[in-house]
């Protein structure tokens, strides 16, 4: 049996929903599940995360089953991931945009997390550059088949999407990680590196949700969030 790892420096967060009321009655939410209790490496440290669900207590409201979700507790690391979304992107940023080595990557992420007593393996360096991938793959999921459904009828049962727009900057610079996804179901629509956060650029990664002509409930944006020490 593995034991599962301990460190010294915890900092616990309790997640909410950002929406309190009910999107379609107006009724306050009410918590009804904890949906996550999870453990986060960021470069900032160890983080106990519990993340809590919300539905309306309205027995006559129509979307009484919709489970409101922090946008913000899923921004902190992807589904499965035990290293936050912060360390996704660095590696990401790294390997791309800076051009270095996988060893290189390994060695400077172990000279951002060895003051705060953590450590990375150079094989996990290389499941989270797979992730970075996979996220800048998002936009170009395909549009049709079983999967696609599956979403849709979801998006159906919700009523529509709540859209979250988290921007990361992996270093001190002008370059910034947008990423879009619904709060709801947590689909990704769209992960991008841009040099520019105007309106225009902000419209085109906006794009593909227009396009798709469901009812957005709400959106969620995130400050900017410097990933650099």
């Known amino acids: 049996m593995r034991t599962a790892k301990t460190y010294q420096h915890v900092?616990?967060?309790?997640?909410?929903?950002?929406?309190?009321?009910?999107?379609?009655?107006?009724t306050r939410l009410r918590r009804y599940a904890t949906l996550?209790?999870?453990?986060?490496?960021?470069?900032?440290?160890?983080?106990?995360v519990t993340h809590c669900g919300y539905r309306c207590p309205n027995p006559s409201c129509p979307a009484r089953m919709r489970s409101y979700r922090s946008a913000v507790a899923d921004a902190l690391?992807?589904?499965?991931?035990?290293?936050?979304?912060?360390?996704?992107?660095?590696?990401?940023?790294?390997?791309l945009a800076r051009h270095q080595t996988l060893d290189e990557v390994h060695q400077r992420l172990l000279e951002r997390l060895s003051p705060l007593g953590l450590s990375i393996s150079r094989r996990e360096v290389m499941y989270l550059f797979e992730a970075y991938c996979t996220l800048l793959r998002a936009a170009q999921q395909?549009?049709?088949?079983?999967?696609?459904?599956?979403?849709?009828?979801q998006?159906?049962?919700?009523?529509?999407?709540?859209?979250?727009?988290?921007?990361?900057?992996?270093?001190?610079?002008n370059e910034t990680i947008y990423?879009?996804?619904?709060?709801?179901?947590?689909?990704?629509?769209?992960?991008?590196?841009?040099?520019?956060?105007?309106t225009e650029v902000i419209k085109a990664l906006l794009r593909p949700v227009?396009?798709?002509?469901?009812?957005?409930?709400?959106?969620?944006?995130d400050a900017q969030r410097s990933l650099s020490g």
């Open 11 to 26: 900092t616990k967060h309790f997640f909410r929903p950002e929406v309190t009321a009910c999107l379609e009655c107006g």
């Open 142 to 153: 395909s549009k049709e088949g079983p999967a696609w459904e599956t979403w849709l009828k």
């Open 36 to 48: 996550a209790c999870r453990t986060i490496i960021r470069l900032d440290g160890v983080v106990r």
């Open 210 to 221: 227009v396009e798709l002509g469901v009812p957005v409930l709400a959106a969620i944006s």
């Open 77 to 95: 690391a992807l589904p499965g991931f035990t290293f936050g979304l912060d360390i996704v992107i660095a590696v990401g940023h790294l390997r």
């Open 155 to 173: 998006v159906e049962e919700n009523g529509g999407i709540i859209l979250s727009i988290d921007g990361i900057q992996p270093d001190n610079g």
């Open 179 to 198: 990423l879009v996804r619904d709060v709801l179901t947590g689909r990704v629509w769209c992960a991008e590196n841009v040099t520019s956060s105007e």
